[in-house]
């Protein structure tokens, strides 16, 4: 490793830290200055109707000290930041005792399994479409752009609300909610598989639809100005077959695409909040969502924090993995 | 500036997309000359389909006209025959042994229907052959009333009360007796029906999407406005000023905008956010890019030789950047603030969807009406694609045309990405 390298790797270390902890210490003070005190809803719930006001001080004592409200602001922050590394994230308000692992834990893993694959099949069609084009521009350019651009300005939520009312509601051809049949216990029996798989479906394509759309008009003008690059013209002039060339041009024109690939996949929860929220899908985006709703702010804390570190960890191993990749960082960044 | 106003104008991407947008906007702009109503007053109950809604009361306080329409006696058939009917009229035919494999029970075969009905049925016919499935007397009733209903005359099938108590007339009303719509008392026209909450969806939307434009324009401002002042000090000046802005820059890139905005207008609570409020919101939460590209570009503007002798010159350094450096920025600032609109519209209606837009009691905006629909089940229970598709339409349209500018624009100023 060289000085510059080590130089390099050391800035971004110390970035990566610097915005961790602007972080935590955003996600921890601005959903404590939501209106309305969360105690307050929880005792108004649970006490019976006939309680004196002095079981009623007795009971808001005793969440205020469960939830750790009693004490000062830096106690507030240092049981945060506890729970946070702990990984408990604290005590959820709506769902008083849960933990906010045990809500997370249910439902980040039908996030992933949800956008992981959708982001990839989607970037991955998306790409091959955008370098096609690039290509053959005469024919599409004419053809398919106008309506590209135009079916690309659908908003993400409601090109998914047109395709639940086609194939949900109008078709009938797939479950119009949810990750499974709700009369099922989730078990490893064929029957709940097949339900998973027939709920799946419709979020998953208005996924992919989603991510073709940016991927390949992204691709396709990164293509075009590789296309017209110096180094094409000289290679053409070289003799050096088409086909060769093409392979140069479009390793060249991906680079960007990666860095599009890494960020989706680092912001896939909190992409996933819109489109989980239209098919009531169990992931983390509709815990959110309910917790938004509820002035649940552990659960909500602990939501965007996720979310975050996910972005602040793939844009660091992005930076990371550029370094050896792209000559032209290399150049600027170690020497 | 004329020259660069003429060949913006002359790229057929940035006039579509400027006539798109034009015409939304003096849609938004003239059409409260045209139509006064409230855009939040609820007109009935839940969703009403789009059409024209006629009060029956005052339809019989109007003139009345005589029409003869030759399909008159077939159209009302079709709409007082429900499709029971018309299966049981299909089964008897059936069990006459009548080939009705052309038929069915869909308002453009009804015709057809009746008339093959006319030439079979017969009610001494029918009682004395006793066919499978109509067998009963109860069955064979059933036909005769049906087929009284089908052959009955229905002028003078109706008679219409008016006045109290001595004074109250009764006229009998024909089938040939019409109203002219434009003397009906009450009478109103929901082109796009009424939303869940009655209003007429066709006055909230025009009226949202004023609303969202003033939203995407409000963040769109202050988004450019911050990110060029950020970009063009950062740049210019450099030095500790740099490093400064940077580091609150990098801050801003990393957490995601998205993740900023959720938290921000939770902690703000439904009350206290007003549309001029989450529009501030929206704008200082998105300068970041806008910043880091005007930065680069200013770095790179920094040590041409104009603005070296400009220097030498001893030209303010507010001259400098409005004459030397702003000029040469001033297409990519542009183009940033289409996309800023675009995006901030995006922005409000995707926090709307969750729950977290405006004060929903004070003005509708795009987000909030599809927030609504999703709330009152308009996807699934009441199949009311009127009052979404259209918003959905809105945002696209909204998008797609300043896409369109923006990329013709990008030709004009790029001439690589010419064809």
């Known amino acids: 490793m060289t000085k510059g390298m080590k130089k390099y790797f050391k800035k971004k270390i110390f970035w990566f830290i610097i915005t961790f902890i602007a972080a935590v210490i955003l996600n921890f003070i601005l959903p404590r200055l939501m209106p309305g005190d969360p105690v307050n809803s929880i005792v108004g719930k649970n006490i019976s109707p006939g309680a004196t006001q002095e079981q009623v001080q007795e009971q808001m004592a005793y969440y205020q000290h469960q939830f750790g409200l009693d004490k000062n602001i830096f106690g507030q922050f240092w049981d945060f930041v506890k729970n946070a590394f702990n990984g408990t994230f604290g005590v959820s308000y709506s769902q008083y005792p849960r933990l906010v692992s045990d809500i997370i834990g249910s439902s980040i893993w039908w996030t992933v399994a949800l956008q992981l694959p959708a982001i990839i099949v989607g970037w991955l069609l998306g790409n091959l479409l955008g370098a096609l084009a690039a290509y053959k521009r005469s024919f599409y350019d004419k053809a398919l752009m106008p309506l590209t651009l135009f079916f690309s300005a659908i908003p993400a939520f409601g090109a998914a609300v047109i395709l639940l009312v086609i194939f949900a509601v109008t078709l009938g051809w797939a479950p119009v909610n949810g990750a499974f049949d709700p009369g099922m216990i989730p078990s490893f029996s064929w029957k709940f598989i097949s339900s998973v798989i027939a709920h799946y479906q419709l979020p998953f394509w208005s996924i992919v639809l989603i991510s073709i759309g940016g991927q390949a008009v992204g691709m396709r003008s990164m293509s075009i100005y590789e296309l017209n690059a110096d180094y094409v013209k000289y290679a053409r002039f070289l003799g050096i077959k088409d086909k060769k060339i093409v392979r140069y041009v479009f390793r060249n024109a991906m680079l960007p695409q990666v860095t599009g690939l890494a960020m989706s996949i680092g912001s896939m929860v909190g992409g996933a909040l819109v489109a989980e929220t239209i098919f009531s899908y169990p992931g983390l985006g509709m815990s959110m969502y309910a917790a938004i709703n509820s002035s649940d702010y552990p659960v909500i804390s602990a939501c965007t924090l996720i979310i975050t570190v996910m972005v602040l960890i793939a844009s660091f191993l992005l930076d990371i993995i550029y370094a050896f990749i792209d000559p032209r960082v290399k150049a600027a960044q170690f020497d | ?419």
């Not at chain 2, 029918?126 to 109509?134: D, H, Q, T, V, W």
């Open chain 2, 1 to 419: 500036m004329k020259h660069t106003l003429r060949n913006v104008f002359h790229s057929p991407r940035f006039l579509v997309g400027f006539i798109i947008f034009m015409s939304i906007l003096l849609t938004v702009l003239i059409y409260p000359w045209f139509v006064h109503r409230d855009p939040l007053q609820g007109l009935g109950k839940g969703f009403l389909e789009p059409g024209t809604y006629v009060s029956v009361y005052d339809t019989n306080n109007a003139g009345t006209y005589r029409v003869e329409l030759p399909e008159a006696n077939e159209n009302r058939l079709e709409s007082t025959i429900p499709v029971k009917d018309r299966q049981t009229m299909l089964d008897f035919l059936k069990a006459k042994g009548v080939d009705v494999s052309a038929l069915d029970t869909s308002n453009e075969k009804f015709h057809e229907l009746i008339e093959v009905w006319k030439e079979n049925y017969d009610e001494a016919d029918a009682k004395k052959n006793k066919y499978e499935g109509f067998s009963t007397q109860a069955k064979r009733n059933e036909l005769r009333r049906l087929n009284n209903r089908l052959s009955e005359d229905t002028s003078a099938a109706m008679s219409v009360t008016k006045g109290e108590g001595d004074a109250a007339t009764t006229t009998a009303v024909a089938g040939s007796d019409y109203v002219k719509v434009d003397e009906v008392a009450n009478s109103i026209n929901l082109p796009l029906g009424t939303d869940n909450f009655g209003r007429d969806t066709l006055t909230e939307l025009v009226k949202a999407t004023g609303i969202s434009l003033l939203v995407g324009l409000i963040a769109g401002s202050i988004a450019t406005a911050l990110g060029l002042l950020v970009g063009l000090l950062a740049g210019y000046v450099g030095g500790i000023l740099d490093d400064i802005l940077m580091f609150i820059a990098n801050i801003f890139t990393v957490i995601p905008g998205f993740v900023l905005l959720i938290l921000i207008y939770s902690a703000l609570g439904a009350e206290s956010r007003g549309i001029v409020t989450c529009a501030v919101i929206i704008g200082i939460t998105s300068w970041v890019w806008t910043a880091r590209s005007v930065r680069s570009q200013v770095i790179s503007l920094r040590n041409r030789d104009h603005v070296n002798l400009s220097k030498l010159s001893g030209h303010s350094l507010f001259r400098i950047v409005t004459t030397d450096i702003l000029p040469y920025i001033a297409s990519y600032v542009v183009m940033a603030f289409i996309l800023q609109v675009s995006s901030g519209i995006l922005a409000e209606a995707q926090l709307s969807m969750l729950g977290l837009g405006p004060n929903p009691n004070e003005l509708p905006t795009l987000g909030l009406m599809m927030n609504w629909a999703k709330l009152f089940g308009a996807y699934t229970s009441s199949n009311a694609w009127w009052a979404y598709f259209p918003v959905i339409l809105m945002i696209a349209l909204i998008s797609f045309s300043l896409n369109l500018m923006n990329t013709g624009l990008d030709q004009v100023f790029n001439p690589t990405l010419r064809d």
